[in-house]
């Protein structure tokens, strides 16, 4: 039997049959869609990550205000009363109005943090690249291209 990819001479021809030109397609889109896969799956850590952070940052702030709230309070009040000789219940007050906007820059960061992993949104990039490069397949014409071995093509293609 002859090599349909190659002539009388048995010289390999430069057009190749529709079935490895199928075939050759169908695997490189197949390894496309991996990629894009593989890609989505990256952009979806990342953004799980930074929500992760802000939720992490949301609850340090929770764990600042509850754990330390009588530790700091104590220690800044008696040291408020001892600088100013204010009276003991104002300086209770000045310490708590410390506690909590250590507590609201906190909670500030986690905000930011949680707003950035809102407005990542990558698998809605993965996607969008992948709509793309679907619209550059559709208007693609093909063009022969060599193979280190043209049969094993064939080979996968009839399996």
Not at 81 to 106: I, M, T, Y
Not at 119 to 132: L, M, N, T, W
Not at 134 to 140: H, I, Y
Request: glycine share 8%.
């Amino acid at each position: 039997m002859s090599d349909p990819a190659r002539n009388a001479h048995g010289v390999e021809s430069a057009e190749r049959s529709l079935g490895q030109l199928v075939a050759t397609a169908t695997t490189e889109l197949s390894a496309l869609v991996h990629d894009e896969i593989a890609l989505a799956k990256i952009q979806l850590r990342q953004d799980v990550k930074r929500g992760a952070v802000g939720g992490g940052a949301f609850g340090a702030a929770g764990a600042v205000l509850i754990f330390s709230l009588p530790m700091l309070s104590f220690a800044l009040a008696y040291g408020i009363h001892a600088w100013s000789d204010w009276h003991l219940s104002v300086c209770f007050l000045l310490s708590f109005v410390a506690n909590v906007l250590v507590a609201g820059l906190l909670a500030l960061i986690g905000v930011v943090f949680a707003k950035k992993a809102k407005r990542g949104r990558g698998p809605q990039k993965a996607a969008a690249s992948a709509k793309e490069t679907a619209a550059v397949l559709q208007n693609a014409k093909p063009h022969p291209r060599q193979t280190p071995d043209s049969t094993s093509v064939v080979a996968r293609s009839s399996v």
